[in-house]
């Protein structure tokens, strides 16, 4: 194994990380098909919503005002982790980091749930607004959670597979001011597509 990477008592937990470390961009790629399958299966509605427990309506109502406040809760946390490590606190921007993560793994979760029971939420204001600024805000938002997916991954799994020390001879600085910018911007239109369906229509 490589000096520098923190070995573990289980011989075969420390060969796991050191071939996760080293073909790091073929297994963020392969979670991230993983991942990106599963989200396209319940939003195009291959997974039958019958196959799931049904959370009472007021769960169910609840859910997209639960998920703008994660996502701008996100938003916040990824800025603030981008100025942490900019600052040198790697620790706090690794706390960071797995936070926005975890808002982002319960976020996904209660939105499929809430997709895969009713379906996608219709645009109820004009059809004007909806073609011209409501579809493609969606659009562009889509977009930059299914790109942000296999960045976010790849930093992840570089993060934890190599030490702080380490991190500056791998891309994960170059991929991760990328993918923290993209996944910010994507969050914030989240909660902006919220707004347009609750809020402002």
Known sequence: MDPGVTTTTDPTTDRVRAAVREHALSVSLALSAVALA????VALEFVPGGALPRAPDAVLDAIPHVNAAISASAA???VAGVALARRGAYDHHRRAMLLATGLFGLFLVLYLYRVALLGPAPFPGPESVYRSVYLPILAVHVTLAVVCVPLVTYVLVLATTHTVAE?????HERVGRVAASLWAVTFVLGVVVYAMLYAVY
């Open 76 to 78: 916040v946390v990824v």
């Open 38 to 41: 599963l989200v396209f299966a």
């Open 167 to 171: 991190l500056p001879d791998t891309p």
